[in-house]
């Protein structure tokens, strides 16, 4: 099983970039996922989540009506649309999925179960 995260990169603050994680292996068509990130000397913290039917979503307060989270079951896929960036959302952005099926998000790191090996974001100012 495994998670890949991509579409990091450089960006100049208030651009736009979309991150995808792309899952192989198994498919999580019924798991909630989530995208957490890590800035240098930090700890890795919660972006936002969806639960497994993808109406439900959660984000964290520096995000919010910012970034976007969604999901595509057919690709096995999930994404994060980010805009407005800014250099402080500067970070390696981390994919991560729940193993038990039917469950909604949450902010914990322990409650995810798969996890992909991370995609830089770096925003310049």
């Known amino acids: 099983v495994q998670l890949q995260a991509s579409g990091g990169g450089l960006v100049q603050a208030g651009g736009s970039l979309r991150l995808s994680c792309g899952a192989s292996g198994r498919s999580f068509t019924w798991h909630a996922m989530a995208w957490f990130r890590q800035a240098p000397g930090k700890e890795r913290d919660f972006v936002a989540g969806?639960?497994?039917?993808?109406?439900?979503?959660d984000y964290a307060d520096s995000v919010k009506g910012r970034f976007t989270i969604s999901r595509d079951t057919a690709k096995n896929t999930l994404y994060l649309q980010m805009n407005s960036l800014k250099p402080e959302d500067t970070a390696v952005y981390f994919c991560?999925?729940?193993?038990?099926?039917?469950?909604?998000?949450?902010?914990?790191?322990?409650?995810?179960?798969?996890w992909g090996q991370g995609t830089l974001v770096t925003v310049s100012s």
């Open positions: 991560a999925a729940r193993a038990a099926p039917f469950t909604d998000a949450t902010m914990r790191e322990p409650d995810y179960d798969f």
């Open positions: 969806i639960n497994w039917n993808g109406d439900i979503t």
